[in-house]
Structures are given as structure tokens and as C-alpha cells.
Nanobody, 118 residues
């Protein structure tokens, strides 16, 4: 099972993008879902998490990004406002049971969508 991200693109600094993550409905019952990003030459960073329906954010995006989950048409969203050049990265979504510690053991991953901010 693969998650599929969409909504990435190129935007000027200060702009907004909304990413979506689609997959089978049962994926959205995972206790943890989140958005990650990886820029060239940098380690993967978790930017937003929903754990048991409670959102949390990396300090670098707090106040600018909003994660949400829609059950009716199962989708995970990431609203990104006030984008900065340092937000440029490949953004991926994942779903896992929260007790799993290693990201390479997470249950479901997407291939990613590129976000470029200039």
C-alpha cells in the first residue's frame, strides 16, 4: 500500500501551498500520521504530526503550517502559509502506529511531492 501526495509546486516566498495525502481508508485509522520533508544533503525532518488526533509541529514551521485529517474522503492535508526558501524540499506523508520508533519501520509512506520556494 502506498500513499500518494499531491499539491506540491513552485511558489514565491510568502506564498502558500496545500499538500494532500491520499490512500485507502484503513490507513487513516493509524494512531500517527505525519508530514516529513527532506532537502538535498539534509536529513529527513518531521514537520507535522497528528497523534491520536492531536497536532504538533516542528519549531521551524510552527504558526505557518497546519496539519489536518479528513475522514469522510480519507485524506491528510498540510496547509503551508508564509513559505520561505528554506522550506524547499521533497515532502512525504506517512502513517504508522505510534509505538513504532524507527521511520524505516513505519507502516505506510508516500513517494513525495516537491515544494520549491524562491
Amino acid at each position: 500500500v502506498q500513499l500518494v501526495e499531491s499539491g506540491g509546486g513552485s511558489v514565491q516566498a510568502g506564498g502558500s501551498l496545500r499538500l494532500s495525502c491520499a490512500g485507502p481508508g484503513y490507513v487513516y485509522s493509524m494512531s500517527c500520521m505525519g508530514w516529513f520533508r527532506q532537502a538535498p544533503g539534509k536529513p529527513r525532518e518531521r514537520v507535522a504530526l497528528i497523534r491520536d488526533d492531536v497536532p504538533s509541529y516542528a519549531d521551524s514551521v510552527k504558526g505557518r503550517f497546519t496539519i489536518s485529517k479528513e475522514s469522510a474522503e480519507p485524506t491528510l492535508w498540510l496547509q503551508m502559509n508564509h513559505l520561505k526558501p528554506e522550506d524547499t524540499a521533497l515532502y512525504s506523508c506517512a502513517a504508522w502506529e505510534c509505538w513504532i520508533q524507527r521511520t524505516d519501520e513505519y507502516n505506510y509512506w508516500g513517494q513525495g511531492t516537491q515544494v520549491t520556494v524562491s
